[in-house]
């Protein structure tokens, strides 16, 4: 890294910052007011269900769709003055890898290599022995998961400060999911105090890998949260409520709310005893407890209590 980019970095200490992002297609909006840093050294996981608008996000951050408004800033350059050596240092890995099918693994890497001066050789070679990819091979003849390796090889090798991954593990059989969860992504893209932003809908990818998680439904990112603080962050509290009553305030904490017969379960998020306490006093509340939560039912939750409140609003 050049010494002037890195009085850039230091000065905004985000290789990330989008503040405002909002992406419509038509009447729908894709991505709506989203805001997120990542600092250089994290791996920030953005976890939603099919069409939360993921890959939208991630197109947006590559210039291959322009926002409708706010902002994106990757290593201290705005997205809409990208210059030629910022755009180097930023990798991406597509959902749909665009790898010309006709070309061999040697060509491909020929071929991208030329685009950066920066090309790590000896990684290039190290990462083609890991993954076993065939150098003599076409790329129409690759399986899946090989086309998956061989686009994050070409993300790598030219050591990117910056690395965007779109579902990179979409399409992999568990096997491989793992090696390319811990043995490369873990080893590899989080190496060197790079910035990974990885998009996916399977909690464990996540849960696995990522520093900060981020729930994105219906274009929202809906909770922002360092996997390890997670735990502590968001509760379940779970309330028996007096016989023949039912709640008379749901706070806006509850991230999902449910009443059972005479069993009141909130999520909530940020957790806090006091919180707790004003929600029984403020209810026909006459016990309660508070039970940790799994990454897999808060995500479950998250997006149950966005559809919750969508159909209430119908109603
Ligand atoms: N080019 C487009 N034209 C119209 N609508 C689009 C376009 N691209 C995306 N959308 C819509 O925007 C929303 C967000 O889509 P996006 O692909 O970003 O979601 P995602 O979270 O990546 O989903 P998935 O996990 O299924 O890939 C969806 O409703 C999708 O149909």
């Not at 190290?126 to 993954?131: C, T």
């Not at 409520?241 to 909130?266: F, H, K, M, N, Y």
Request: hydrophobic share 40%.
């Amino acid at each position: 890294m050049h010494q002037a980019d890195r009085s850039v970095l230091a000065a905004s200490q985000c290789a990330i910052r989008i503040d405002g992002l909002t992406k419509r297609f038509g009447k729908s909006v894709a991505v709506d007011d989203l805001s997120l840093v990542v600092p250089p050294g994290q791996t920030f996981g953005l976890l939603g269900p099919n069409g939360a608008g993921k890959s939208t996000t991630i197109r947006m951050m590559v210039g291959l769709t322009q926002p409708d408004e706010g902002t994106i800033e990757i290593l201290g350059e705005a997205a809409t003055e990208r210059t030629v050596a910022v755009k180097r240092r930023i990798g991406y890995v597509p959902e749909k890898h665009h790898i010309y099918p006709w070309m061999r693994v040697s060509e491909v890497l020929g071929f991208v290599s030329s685009l950066y001066p920066q090309w790590d050789d000896d990684l290039s070679d190290e990462l083609l022995e890991v993954f076993e990819l065939p150098r003599h091979k076409r790329v129409r003849h690759l399986s899946k998961g090989m086309v998956a390796k061989l686009g994050l090889l070409v993300a790598l090798a030219p050591q990117p400060d910056v690395l965007l991954l779109d579902e990179p593990t979409s399409g992999l059989d568990p096997l491989i999911r793992d090696e390319f969860l811990e043995g490369i992504l873990a080893t590899q893209a989080q190496a060197k105090g790079r910035a990974v932003l990885f998009s996916s809908h399977h909690i464990d990818d996540v849960a696995r890998i990522a520093d900060v998680v981020g729930i994105m439904d219906g274009g929202r990112l809906i909770l922002t949260e360092e996997v390890t603080h997670i735990h502590d962050r968001v509760k379940l509290m779970q309330a028996v409520i007096e016989d023949g009553t039912l709640p008379r305030s749901t706070p806006e904490e509850a991230i999902w709310t449910q009443v059972d017969r005479r069993q009141w379960s909130l999520t909530l998020y940020p957790f806090s005893q006091e919180l707790a306490e004003q929600i029984a006093a403020e209810n026909p509340v006459t016990r309660y407890e508070i039970l940790d939560i799994s990454l897999e039912n808060l995500f479950k939750q998250v997006i149950r209590g966005r559809r919750q409140v969508a159909r209430e609003k119908r109603s």
